[in-house]
């Protein structure tokens, strides 16, 4: 039987990737509201940590290694399942791959964090003038920043366990990271109220003030021009679960600001783009809520995709 205290009592739920970071988070969780839980990644030792944290607080665990990149494993993977807990009710897809193997970093996060309970990666940037410095923005849990090719990590600024450098980055709920080139080279962070700016690493941080330009208040991504550093882009919302948005564009690096013509209002905040280096001025941008916008001029002038989609996350698009 079901209670508020364990809603997935009864259920059967396989997470895959459960071994570290978000996937471990999620095995636990599930196994605190009542689901028994298999536990599946590559690294047996880690697996069989996650499942000895869900049995001793008394939740049901099971462990089984599992390379996702073969289907064979996979399929046992369910067999075992349902033969040790009966069935089968929830997957977690949470390890994936696309052609070569990946391999997961040693990037701590937190268990769990406020508002949106378990932290999630939302942001990656790799520094262009310099491959071994890469960052990470987590909602709600921060930056993680790495001098070494993703090697180590470090926290700066606000974090569920914050960091030791970077406290001028006050907020954690963290929705884009994006690197402009242009001498300084600059670190720069989405945060829902304000973009924070970094010339020295992430040593320290100064918030740009858009408030004071954007014209709604929410900011959700932040992206640079492939071919020119010093323009940035923002999407912009009324909030998290708003009615409308607008596109921003600095030419100076964030320094001013403006409002970039759409075809039609958003019908919910500007919520992602899309860019890449072989055709610098075509970009894509979105609303949460389905309107695909394109733009051939770096944002001059836009046109809406016809077809509308239900929520969207995520853009990207790639060359021929």
Known sequence: ??????????????????????????????????????????????????????????????????????????????????????????????????????QQLKAHFADECPNVRFPRVLSMAVDPSNHNVVWAGAEVDGVRRSLDGGETWETTGAAVTPGKIGLQLNDPDIHGVAVSSASPTTVLVCTPREIFASTDLGESWQPLGVRQHFPLPYCRSIAVKADNPNVLFVANGDGAAGETGTVQRSTDRGKSWETLPLPVVPNTPIWTFATHSADPSLMLTCSHYGQVFVSDNAGDSWRKVRREFSEIRALAWVPN
């Open 1 to 102: 039987m079901q209670t508020t205290d364990q809603p997935l009592s009864g259920k059967v739920a396989i997470v895959t990737g459960a071994g570290r970071g978000i996937g471990k988070a999620i095995a636990r969780a599930y196994a605190r509201a009542g689901a028994a839980v298999c536990c599946a990644a590559r690294t047996e030792a880690d697996l069989h940590e996650t499942v000895q944290a869900i049995v001793a607080a008394g939740g049901q665990g099971l462990a089984v290694p599992t390379d996702v990149t073969h289907l064979a494993a996979v399929h046992k993977m369910v067999q075992v399942t349902v033969e040790t807990f009966g069935g089968l009710d929830i997957l977690v897809i949470n390890a994936g791959v696309q052609g070569e193997r990946r």
